[in-house]
């Protein structure tokens, strides 16, 4: 007779830094359909605590389309012969990106306005020493009333607003931990 044990979750380890050679595939930071001219671009810097820059982290990044709808699925390409992938179709908006940092800690996306109902882009940070990943909201405007950012005290909140260089260049550093910790949240499932 054999009995049934509960089995616990095993600890989480360390991510990175291989999966930067893995995951990030061709065009990843290239959301927005080519030749848009609704783009915007959206860049950062990922610090870790002493405030050096983190050269292999990785970031995702996800939103809806600029009318609110779900974006749809399927833009990936894969070579008929070697099923490798071959990147984005270059047409279809996924709301999804995929970026590494480069040796300077700095990431790149191309992508839609979010809508003005969530006027943030949601980002996952991986890096090296990251027991989990960790969410977080680039948000391009700050609207009032917003419960996330009214929940915060001001220096806090200020850690998720983007701020605008000019006219479709946004700008949003990650801090992951320190005085200027960027605001991480927590998602329970």
Same mark, same amino acid.
């Given at each position: ?7 616990? #979750?095993?600890? +989480?380890?360390?991510?990175? =830094?291989?999966? *930067?050679?893995? /995951?990030?595939?061709? &065009? ?43 974006? #749809?699925?399927? +833009?990936?390409?894969?070579? =008929?012969?070697? *099923?490798?992938? /071959?990147?984005?179709? &270059? ?51 700050? =609207?009032?009333?917003?419960?996330? /950012? ?40």
């Amino acid at each position: 007779m054999t009995r049934s044990v509960p089995v616990e #979750p095993t600890p +989480s380890q360390t991510v990175g =830094p291989f999966y *930067g050679y893995a /995951l990030p595939f061709a &065009g990843g930071g290239q959301v927005a359909p080519a030749d848009c001219p609704d783009a915007i671009t959206l860049h950062g810097i990922v610090r870790d605590g002493a405030g050096q820059p983190v050269p292999d982290a990785l970031i995702e990044t996800w939103q809806p389309a600029p009318a609110g709808a779900s974006a #749809p699925s399927g +833009s990936m390409r894969r070579d =008929p012969v070697t *099923g490798r992938h /071959l990147g984005r179709n &270059g047409v279809d908006f996924t709301g999804f990106g995929r970026v590494a940092t480069d040796a300077d800690g700095r990431f790149c996306v191309r992508t839609l306005p979010p809508p003005a109902a969530k006027p943030y882009v949601s980002l996952c940070v991986f890096a090296r020493g990251l027991l989990h990943h960790l969410f977080t909201r680039a948000y391009l405007a700050a =609207p009032e009333g917003e419960p996330l /950012l009214a929940a915060l005290e001001p220096e806090r909140s200020a850690t998720l607003l983007a701020r605008q260089e000019r006219a479709g260049v946004f700008r949003f550093d990650i801090t992951l931990q320190g005085e200027k910790e960027t605001v991480f949240l927590d998602f329970q499932s």
